[in-house]
């Protein structure tokens, strides 16, 4: 079946600097999702992308979806300690039966 | 707007009992979309409703089924619960069928855990 990879599993970074995070896949999708879940409760979206090339920014975060549609990156700038928490992209593909495929998720610590 | 909202938050039950949960999608979402949580496994697709009908399932065993009520609200139900049905259920809802360009708003989940 269809599986997304994020990688690595945990990401360490100091408060005030970039990260980047990606997502792929061995399968096309057309539409690709960024959620972030907080301990204690349900993920909630950051971004969503529908149209391979796409570039899109939320604050601080900016997103894009590969030209290829096998892939996405999120990108978090000037991190700061709200950002900690479990980052996972999501890919779907048309149709009206379509769910979502979620990857592993990537947990972001971000030292003070 | 209200949320997604689910309910209990938390579950204790023991092997072989069935449960029971709960979801209520925001105000005018019509699809609601559940999901299975475990470290292991991260989220796993369990099943979507639309208009009361079953569009979707996932690759679970039969004894965790579901509904969904003309208010659009939605329930799951896991039968002769297993140590490893522990996890966090988490409901998901979109206006439109697929959630395909209305992506899915998620509850905080109920926290189910089997002993």
């Known amino acids: 079946g269809q599986q997304l990879n994020q990688s690595p599993q945990s990401m360490f970074i100091q408060e005030g600097e970039d990260v980047s995070m990606n997502c792929t896949s061995s399968s096309i999708f057309n539409t690709w999702l960024w959620y972030k879940q907080d301990p204690g409760e349900g993920p909630v979206l950051l971004i969503a992308?529908?149209?391979?090339?796409e570039l899109t920014s939320n604050g601080r975060l900016t997103a894009q979806f590969g030209i290829t549609r096998k892939d996405s990156f999120l990108n978090i700038s000037a991190s700061i300690p709200s950002d900690v928490g479990i980052y996972f992209c999501a890919g779907q593909l048309n149709g009206a039966n379509s769910k979502l495929t979620f990857g592993k998720g990537i947990t972001l610590s971000v030292r003070p | 707007k209200a949320g997604v909202t689910q309910t209990p938050r938390y579950l204790i039950k023991t092997r072989g009992q069935q449960v029971t949960l709960s979801c209520s999608p925001i105000?005018?979402?019509?699809?609601v979309s559940w999901y299975q949580q475990t470290p292991g496994q991260g989220l796993q697709f369990l099943f979507e409703?639309?208009?009361?009908?079953?569009?979707n399932k996932g690759n679970f065993p039969g004894r965790f089924s579901g509904r969904q009520f003309s208010n659009s609200r939605s329930e799951m139900n896991v039968s002769t619960l297993e140590l490893g049905d522990s996890a966090l259920y988490l409901c998901a809802s979109s206006p439109r069928e697929g959630s395909y360009n209305s992506p899915l708003h998620f509850g905080n989940g109920t926290r189910l855990t089997v002993t």
């Open positions: 105000s005018g979402h019509r699809s």
């Open positions: 992308l529908y149209k391979a090339g």
């Open positions: 409703y639309f208009s009361e009908t079953q569009r």
